[in-house]
């Protein structure tokens, strides 16, 4: 106790023999003061820092400590600097004990900038240190990481338990192992995009994973092998994923039973994307009619059967409003029923065919498309041999259109464009501007194509309303 009143009343001596500024008190602190020095001033109110002036004797030992910028006292780092001269205290003779930085009492900015540079592992293990570093390496996670692309790998799978719960989107490639898809089921509840790539996975354990991801919204798949519709397949239940909306198959050469396990997995699916390098059959076509929700369909692959797709959405009332079709082989005795399906689809906005070279579309055809289509608001046709007068036609039908672009065929000039003059571009730009929708119009010709006699400052000066482009 007496010991205890002796310091008080040192300290007490010290502070009115010292200097006060607005914010600060100078205290020629010794040795013996040094001992209980923060819990008294801590009665008084919150301390700011405290700032320790060490005096030597010889200012050569000065500069020998200031030329050292970080000592380890007692486990923790200082870090030292030259306080200002003046006259009574000649900077080479003292040095400023500035900051502790032992790492928990670094700012929560400093720890996230230095968790930033931290691989996955390693911020994996710093999270596991306390609660306070597993919310930094959390935050640090769903900034850098909440897309997760990863080999599945020991290593890497490790991460999940403790970040698991915050990705939102999952990309992983390579050889199929049974504990690290057990992995992204149990921790990864919240995941909404999934993309796959050069895997090879069963039927069953791939109904497994999009049934247990319930908030699963997005599905990529690419060289994605191993479905088989076998009698395990077939035994599957009938559970389903009603989340998701999206999904892209690359290249995965699903057969119609397999498909069709698919459609029935994700009844809601909004969005589907097809590209395959083999034809696909009327009856892998014919599934597509059971997504009663879809509303834009891609498909680009070898061979399809149109017409069968055609029927199978429009028999099943799909209100689809985009579809994009590549490529489009018509015969020319069905092509006309083709077209008459289309426009049976009374709610398709953006129509996009890619036509071969033996199945042109002709003016009769996209004028009974734009009357037929009264929602229509973007149109491209790949491989046309519309005139200029039908595409007046065409301008003049489809109110809604904004964007329209046409692609000619090389080997058929004599059912296309061939030439276009000065009168002709002022007439078909006239068209355009007349509309009330505003319109661009984008003509892709063959280089044989004259579009000489329109200068190339009056082309570019239109480009928002008329651009033409010579594409072969």
Same mark, same amino acid.
């Given at each position: 106790?007496?010991?205890?009143? %002796? !310091?008080?009343?040192?300290?007490?001596?010290?502070? #009115?023999?010292?200097? !006060?500024?607005?914010?600060?008190?100078?205290?020629?602190?010794?040795?013996?003061?040094? *001992? +209980?020095?923060?819990?008294?001033?801590?009665?008084?109110?919150?301390?700011?820092?405290?700032?320790?002036?060490?005096?030597?004797?010889?200012?050569?030992?000065?500069?020998?400590?200031?030329?050292?910028?970080?000592?380890?006292?007692?486990?923790?780092?200082?870090?030292?600097?030259? *306080?200002?001269?003046?006259?009574?205290?000649?900077?080479?003779?003292?040095?400023?004990?500035?900051?502790?930085?032992?790492?928990?009492?670094?700012?929560? +900015?400093?720890?996230?900038?230095?968790?930033?540079?931290?691989?996955?592992?390693?911020?994996?293990?710093?999270?596991?240190?306390?609660?306070?570093?597993?919310?930094?390496?959390?935050?640090?996670?769903?900034?850098?990481?909440?897309?997760?692309?990863? &080999?599945? %790998?020991?290593?890497?799978?490790?991460?999940?338990?403790?970040?698991?719960?915050?990705?939102?989107?999952? @990309?992983?490639?390579?050889?199929?192992?049974?504990? &690290?898809?057990?992995?992204?089921?149990?921790?990864?509840? %919240?995941?909404?995009?999934?993309?796959?790539?050069?895997?090879?996975?069963?039927?069953?354990?791939?109904?497994?994973?999009?049934v247990g991801l319930s908030k699963?919204?997005?599905?990529?798949?690419?060289?994605?092998?191993?479905?088989?519709?076998?009698?395990?397949?077939?035994? /599957?239940?009938?559970?389903?994923?009603?989340?998701?909306?999206?999904?892209?198959?690359? &290249?995965?050469?699903? #057969?119609? @039973?397999?498909?069709?396990?698919?459609?029935?997995?994700?009844?809601? /699916?909004?969005?589907?994307?097809?590209?395959?390098?083999?034809?696909?059959?009327?009856?892998?076509?014919? !599934?597509?009619g059971q997504l009663k929700a879809?509303?834009?369909?891609?498909?680009?692959?070898?061979?399809?059967?149109? !017409?069968?797709?055609?029927?199978?959405?429009?028999?099943?009332?799909?209100?689809?409003?985009?579809?994009a079709i590549s490529p489009c082989?018509?015969?020319?005795?069905?092509?006309?029923?083709?077209?008459?399906?289309?426009?049976?689809?009374?709610?398709?906005?953006?129509?996009?065919?890619?036509?071969?070279?033996?199945?042109?579309?002709?003016?009769?055809?996209?004028?009974?498309?734009?009357?037929?289509? *009264?929602?229509?608001?973007?149109?491209?046709?790949?491989?046309?041999?519309?005139?200029?007068?039908?595409?007046?036609?065409?301008?003049?039908?489809?109110?809604?259109? =904004?964007?329209?672009?046409?692609?000619?065929?090389?080997?058929?000039?004599?059912?296309?464009?061939?030439?276009?003059?000065?009168?002709?571009?002022?007439?078909? /730009?006239? =068209?355009?501007?007349?509309?009330?929708?505003?319109?661009?119009?984008?003509?892709?010709?063959?280089?044989?194509?004259?579009?000489?006699?329109?200068?190339?400052?009056?082309?570019?000066?239109?480009?928002?309303?008329?651009?033409?482009?010579?594409?072969?």
């Open positions: 106790m007496s010991d205890q009143l %002796n !310091q008080k009343r040192s300290l007490n001596t010290a502070i #009115s023999n010292s200097n !006060q500024g607005s914010s600060e008190v100078r205290i020629p602190v010794t040795k013996s003061l040094i *001992p +209980g020095l923060i819990s008294y001033f801590e009665e008084y109110g919150e301390i700011e820092n405290v700032t320790v002036l060490v005096r030597f004797k010889d200012e050569k030992v000065a500069e020998s400590v200031l030329q050292k910028r970080f000592h380890k006292i007692e486990n923790r780092i200082w870090t030292t600097e030259s *306080p200002k001269e003046s006259p009574e205290q000649p900077y080479t003779k003292k040095m400023k004990l500035v900051q502790s930085a032992h790492i928990l009492d670094l700012s929560d +900015g400093i720890l996230l900038n230095i968790f930033k540079r931290l691989d996955l592992v390693d911020l994996a293990h710093a999270a596991e240190t306390c609660v306070r570093m597993d919310n930094i390496a959390k935050s640090v996670f769903a900034l850098k990481h909440i897309k997760y692309e990863c &080999h599945l %790998n020991d290593e890497t799978i490790a991460v999940l338990p403790r970040f698991g719960d915050l990705v939102k989107e999952l @990309e992983f490639f390579g050889d199929e192992d049974e504990q &690290h898809f057990d992995a992204v089921l149990k921790y990864c509840k %919240n995941m909404e995009t999934l993309r796959m790539e050069n895997m090879y996975l069963n039927t069953n354990k791939w109904h497994t994973m999009i699963l919204k997005n599905v990529h798949l690419e060289d994605v092998g191993g479905f088989e519709f076998d009698d395990e397949a077939n035994g /599957l239940s009938m559970a389903t994923n009603q989340s998701v909306e999206e999904l892209s198959l690359i &290249h995965c050469g699903f #057969s119609s @039973e397999v498909f069709a396990l698919f459609v029935k997995m994700m009844p809601n /699916l909004q969005e589907l994307c097809i590209y395959e390098e083999k034809k696909l059959t009327e009856r892998y076509m014919k !599934q597509l879809l509303k834009r369909l891609e498909i680009e692959c070898q061979d399809i059967a149109v !017409q069968a797709l055609l029927d199978g959405l429009w028999l099943n009332s799909v209100m689809l409003e985009e579809i082989s018509f015969d020319p005795e069905t092509i006309d029923d083709i077209i008459s399906t289309i426009t049976k689809l009374k709610t398709i906005k953006v129509l996009e065919l890619s036509c071969k070279f033996e199945s042109v579309l002709e003016d009769k055809h996209l004028v009974r498309l734009a009357k037929g289509l *009264p929602l229509l608001s973007k149109l491209k046709i790949r491989s046309t041999g519309m005139t200029i007068g039908g595409l007046k036609d065409v301008l003049r039908f489809a109110k809604r259109l =904004t964007q329209m672009t046409l692609h000619t065929p090389y080997p058929y000039p004599d059912l296309a464009l061939v030439a276009i003059g000065a009168a002709d571009y002022q007439a078909i /730009l006239e =068209t355009v501007k007349r509309r009330s929708n505003k319109l661009n119009l984008l003509l892709c010709l063959p280089r044989k194509v004259d579009i000489d006699q329109i200068g190339a400052d009056v082309r570019q000066r239109n480009s928002e309303w008329l651009e033409i482009r010579r594409s072969f």
